[in-house]
């Protein structure tokens, strides 16, 4: 398949199709255009060495999507818990596949930061894998926002 002369349009409903073998997938991840990689990175076929690369993306809207990308490893989740975009740290707590060790690492990043973001801290709390003690550590912390 000759992605070099494919046109645009073309590329992004490749990226988009659930059929696209993922070798074509790990190739469209390298384009340029954050759309294009953004749908590689949601796409189901996509493999799970595709999904690392595009998680050290320089863009957040791709490593959004491999936030939220079902078949996310949790090796990957664990890195992106530590990510900077909130957004994205936010998504991930609606990831099927979290753990409470990440969720705890979430808080943990929220901790870290001079202004926590409240929607996260929120969604945190809220969620039914994290563990009663992080509860606690949240109202203790953050019982204002709740």
């Not at 988009?16 to 074509?24: A, S």
Request: charged fraction near 25%; charge should be positive.
């Amino acid at each position: 398949m000759d992605l070099m002369n494919m046109s645009f349009e073309n590329k992004v409903k490749l990226s988009r199709n659930l059929n696209t073998p993922p070798n074509v997938l790990h190739r469209l991840a390298k384009e340029n255009d954050a759309g294009i990689k953004g749908y590689v990175a949601r796409n189901f076929n996509t493999t799970e060495d595709t999904l690392g690369d595009l998680a050290k993306d320089t863009l957040p809207w791709v490593r959004w999507h491999v936030a939220t990308n079902p078949k996310t490893p949790l090796n990957l989740l664990k890195s992106l818990a530590q990510d900077w975009d909130w957004n994205i740290r936010r998504a991930m707590i609606e990831h099927p596949n979290i753990s409470s060790t990440v969720l705890v690492m979430i808080l943990e990043k929220e901790r870290s930061l001079r202004s926590p973001s409240c929607e996260v801290i929120r969604k945190l709390y809220h969620h039914s894998k994290l563990p009663h003690i992080a509860k606690i550590v949240i109202e203790t912390l953050y019982g204002d926002i709740l």
